[in-house]
């Protein structure tokens, strides 16, 4: 799987930097992620019927609101949406991607196949969240009902420290009702820092001061419980890069 995670760190691109740069995503903004990690592998352990075993229903007078945190080029958004919502020209479902990557982004919006219920907006969520307040606003509705945040939290950990990885789950707990996390484990850590290394470029800023280790699943889970007032749900198990799929939801 490392041989597999190092080819796709050298096919990526990072903001500013040439696409054929090996190390050009220290952001996890990869521009053929999901040529190598393909939406199926998170889909086939996700139930079609999540959104209805949460008591959420499609075609009522309120929407259901999901969150597609680090969309990347938005297949996955798409394919989630598809999965879930059995008639999507007809649903009450949106779903918001954001990414921080605007090239990305702008990807994502050009190949999306449902403009009425799926949107894109480029965000960095270390910075503010006032983009994911006012869809809210638009839609009459104080939390997202589903919050995905699927393989990013290393990437913030890296680049933001241990505070920025906590800070991201509290934001996410703040204006969810579930929340489905899939967060990557340490040798993940060492890799990416490895690849670095190898190329002779500095580490990431806090990866030598990261307190935050081993099992960073447990970690999290244990900030939304402690901190966030969520609790955990159901455990989908792990996906083919062996890292756990968690459902959480707010007390």
């Known amino acids: 799987m490392e041989i597999l995670e190092a080819f796709m760190f050298?096919?990526?691109?990072?903001?500013?930097?040439?696409?054929?740069?090996?190390?050009?995503?220290?952001?996890?903004?990869?521009?053929?992620?999901y040529s190598f990690n393909p939406p199926e592998n998170r889909l086939s352990l996700i139930p079609a019927t999540l959104l209805q075993d949460l008591g959420y229903r499609d075609g009522?007078?309120?929407?259901?609101?999901?969150?597609?945190?680090?969309?990347?080029?938005?297949?996955?958004?798409v394919a989630v949406y598809k999965h879930?919502?059995?008639?999507p020209g007809e649903s009450t479902v949106h779903l918001l991607g954001f990414d921080l990557d605007e090239t990305l982004v702008e990807r994502a919006e050009q190949t999306?196949?449902?403009?009425?219920?799926?949107?894109?907006?480029?965000?960095?969520?270390?910075?503010?969240?006032?983009?994911?307040?006012?869809?809210?606003?638009?839609?009459s509705c104080s939390h997202f009902h589903l919050c995905l945040c699927l393989a990013v939290t290393m990437w913030v950990h890296l680049n933001h420290g241990d505070s920025g990885l906590l800070q991201l789950l509290s934001?996410?707990?703040?204006?969810?009702s579930h929340l489905l996390l899939e967060a990557q484990p340490w040798k993940c850590y060492r890799s990416a820092a490895r690849r670095l290394r190898k190329l002779g470029?500095?580490?990431?800023?806090?990866?030598?001061?990261?307190k935050i280790r081993g099992d960073v699943a447990d970690h999290a889970t244990e900030h939304l419980e402690r901190h966030c007032g969520m609790e955990l749900m159901r455990s989908f198990g792990s996906t083919a890069w062996d890292r756990k799929l968690l459902l959480f939801r707010r007390r």
């Open 60 to 77: 009522g007078d309120e929407p259901t609101l999901i969150l597609d945190v680090g969309c990347n080029s938005g297949d996955l958004s």
């Open 171 to 176: 934001r996410l707990a703040a204006i969810s």
């Open 112 to 139: 999306n196949p449902l403009h009425s219920n799926i949107s894109f907006i480029q965000l960095d969520i270390t910075k503010e969240t006032n983009q994911l307040q006012d869809f809210l606003s638009q839609h």
């Open 201 to 210: 470029r500095s580490d990431f800023d806090h990866f030598k001061t990261l």
């Open 10 to 33: 050298y096919k990526s691109t990072k903001l500013g930097l040439k696409i054929n740069d090996p190390g050009a995503a220290p952001y996890g903004n990869f521009i053929n992620y």
């Open 84 to 87: 879930l919502v059995q008639e």
